[in-house]
Every structure is written in C-alpha cells, then in structure tokens.
Antibody
C-alpha cells in the first residue's frame, strides 16, 4: 500500500516561494503519476498539478505561471514549488496519487498546513 | 474556481437516504469518469466511488454512484452518524490539457 507524507515549512512570507516535499513509501515514484492538491481553510479542494515519473508535467491553468512540480527518483520523493505567494495561497497542501493518467485519486497524504504571513 | 456544482448541504435522519448531485459540462463529466471523495473533519479526503459507480475495497454498498450526461449523483442509504462529512465529486476536464476538477463540496448532516 503506497503511503505519502508531506513535509516543509509551515510559514512562508508573502512574495516568497512555497516549497513542499512528498515522500513516497510502499511504492516507487519511478512509475505512475504524482499530484499536489490544496484546500484553503474552510473551503473546497483545488487541483494544482501532476508529474509523471518521466518528468512530464501538467498544471492547473490558474496556477501554471507560478507552479513547478519535480520528481527525485533517487530519494523516492516529489516536490512542489509555488512562487510569489500571497495570503490566498494559505491552505492545507496534500500530495496524492491518481490511478493512472485520467484516474481517480486513490492515495492521499495527511496534508500539510502552509500559512502565508509576514 | 470549481467548475462542478454541488448543493452546499444535505441532511437526513439516521437510517434515511440522501443524494448529492454534481453538475458539470461536456468537457468534464460528459466525457470522463466521475469519482466521489469523503472528507471527515480534520482528515484527508478518501476515495469513495471511482469510474462513476465502482466502490474501492472496504467501502460499504450503502454508498452508490451514477452518471447521466453531464451530471453525477452520489447516494448514501442507511445514513449513520459516522457519515457526517464533506463530500466532493471530481473528474478530469479535457478542454485543453487535461486537468482535474473538484466539485464545490457538500456537507452531509445526520439529524
């Protein structure tokens, strides 16, 4: 059973870059797709994007200009970078794995709260 | 930014049935499979239904899904207090590069 765990700073200053890492256990990042999804406090879910182990990415059009998702096969991790953050980027960030290119999200991390504040 | 519309809330007494609708368009629900996720308070979402009407192992048959045209529906029968949660539909949108979209979310309250 694949397990996912997010890690990274819980507080980021406005205009800086948010960086999170997802560590995968029970499976290899060298297969499948890997995603980031976020949820502002008290609000709904927003898909950020995915990366295929080969490095191919696809991002939410509304965030595309600020998002980078990378995969590190040597560490069995993938990461999220979101630049020029504002208070609107405050959210719980989940890493998740879809069951294929157009599949449902079968595995989720527990989530990491990131607050954007000076 | 959600492109899938759900009712904000539904409620019913224990043992009763509720249904949650999810309305989209041709580019998302109309041409792709729909999933449903349950999010209990303070936890990560959990897959409840995939490919419109299939249940992952361990999900009781009290939960059911269906799709017709550009809408989908989640049904919960024999409502239990443990079913109080937020429920989200989700699917891929194929309008440009395929990206995933979630519904606005529905809070289920057991009276």
């Amino acid at each position: 059973q694949v397990q996912l765990q997010e890690s990274g700073p819980g507080l980021v200053k406005p205009s800086e870059t948010l960086s999170l890492t997802c560590t995968v256990s029970g499976g290899s990042v060298s297969s499948f797709y890997w995603s980031w999804i976020r949820q502002p406090p008290g609000k709904g879910l927003e898909w950020i994007g995915y990366i295929y182990y080969s490095g191919r990415t696809n991002y939410n059009p509304s965030l595309k200009s600020r998002v980078t998702i990378l995969v590190d096969t040597s560490k069995n991790q993938f990461s999220l970078r979101l630049s020029s953050v504002t208070a609107a980027d405050t959210a719980v960030y989940y890493c998740a794995r879809p069951a294929g290119a157009l599949g449902s999200y079968t595995n989720w991390g527990q989530g990491a709260l990131v607050t954007v504040s000076s | 930014q959600s492109v899938l519309t759900q009712p904000p809330s539904v409620s019913a007494a224990p043992g009763q049935k509720v249904t949650i609708s999810c309305s989209g368009s041709i580019s998302n629900i109309g041409n792709n499979y729909v999933s449903w996720y349950q999010q209990l308070p303070g936890t990560a979402p959990k897959l409840l239904i995939y490919d419109n009407d299939k249940r992952p192992s361990g999900i009781p048959d009290r939960f059911s899904g269906s799709k017709s045209g550009t809408s989908a529906t989640l049904g919960i029968t024999g409502l239990q207090t443990g079913d109080e949660a937020d429920y989200y539909c989700g699917t891929w949108d194929s309008s440009l590069n395929a990206f995933y979209v979630f519904g606005t979310g529905t809070k289920v309250t057991v009276l």
